[in-house]
């Protein structure tokens, strides 16, 4: 917490970094590649934390310039199960009260000097869910004496890429992928259970108020004409993400100042990615935007979640820039 000297309005602003890493090998050959065997940061998280210390650093040595405060939220396991929720639940919002939030992700499919900051819905929701094929084990050679999981769940697989491209309005977003999917021992037996698992992206609730019970249909359906059994859970995970339009225009005209070219600022861009930011901007007005890391020259262009992620590190200081004069703006 960082609060200012001058005198003014007592107005809070919130700054969430999150810094956790991923379970990836990294093969950057760098100065500075993780040292922690099969541990790396391959989102970029490590690059909000050092903006978010940037920042610190500036404003605490610039207290006089500014009334209110500036609560800065180093925020854990954005990558799951989520820390958000956790550090909300703890009070993190409260004494004193957060006014407004602001947040960013260093984004690669960006390139550097542009920045993507869109008032609305600007990020999905998540749900996932996990079925068990219950079938009936046997010989491989006498499948007649069996339920066969794996037949089955092949295509149960097939028949749910269906529910997006025939049951929702093409109008409305969503994808469902298959991350899981597991069975058998041996390849002579045939397994009894299958395991599937995936998730789920989508922006409003009706749409996956009938992906869920679409996928059920289907499981229902594909394992009734099989004499087969099975379990089904699904369960939502992160809210959508909502900007509030004043404080997006505010980021905007902050954001501008930094990046000449009116046509790098996207203010239509949306992702079918989730964010746990989505719970802080449930509790209190904010914006979480992109700005653009990739240097395809430099070959820092690499995907998220790549073993060979990196980025531009001229981003850093344009995200101190940022965050600094947000809340500038913001406290006055
Ligand atoms: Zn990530
Ligand atoms: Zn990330």
């Known amino acids: 917490m960082i609060k200012g000297e001058k005198p003014g309005d007592d107005k809070v602003l919130g700054i969430r970094a999150d810094m956790d890493a991923l379970p990836i090998q990294e093969e950057n050959q760098v100065s500075y590649r993780s040292r922690h065997k099969g541990v790396m940061h391959a989102c970029g998280h490590d690059g909000h934390t050092a903006i978010a210390l940037g920042t610190a650093y500036y404003l605490n040595q610039h207290r006089q310039d ?34 407004a939030i602001i947040g960013l992700h260093l984004w690669n499919d960006l390139p550097i000097g542009s920045a993507a900051i869109k008032p609305g819905a600007f990020m999905a ?74 998730s789920i992206r989508y922006f409003n609730d009706d749409v996956i108020k009938l992906i869920e019970q679409r996928i059920e249909q289907v499981i229902d359906g594909i394992c009734r004409a099989h004499g087969a059994k099975y379990t089904f859970e699904c369960s939502k995970i992160y809210p959508p993400l909502v900007n509030d339009p004043e404080i997006t225009a505010l980021v905007t005209s902050k954001a501008s100042q930094l990046i000449e070219n009116p046509e ?48 531009d590190e001229t981003a850093l200081a344009m995200g101190v820039e940022m965050f600094v004069g947000c809340a500038e703006n913001f406290l006055g």
């Open 264 to 311: 790098s600022i996207l203010s239509e861009y949306q992702t079918l990615g989730s964010e746990d930011m989505s719970f802080f901007l449930q509790e209190v007005p904010g914006c979480y935007f992109f700005l653009g890391s990739a240097n395809a020259a430099e070959k820092l262009n690499y995907p998220h979640h790549h073993p060979k992620f990196d980025f």
């Open 125 to 198: 929701a998540i749900s996932v869910f996990n079925c068990t094929i219950l079938g009936q084990g046997g010989h491989a050679a006498l499948p007649h004496q069996t339920i066969d999981s794996v037949v089955i769940s092949a295509q149960v697989v097939n028949a749910l890429q269906t529910i997006v491209s025939r049951n929702i309005n093409p109008l409305d977003s969503a994808v469902i992928s298959i991350g899981e999917l597991h069975a058998g021992t041996k390849m002579n037996v045939i397994a009894d259970t299958a395991r599937i698992a995936g």
């Open 66 to 99: 500014f009334s209110g405060g500036v609560k800065i939220i180093f925020q854990p396991a954005e990558e799951g199960p989520g820390g958000a929720k956790p550090m909300i639940e703890a009070g993190v919002l409260e004494n004193p009260a957060v006014d």
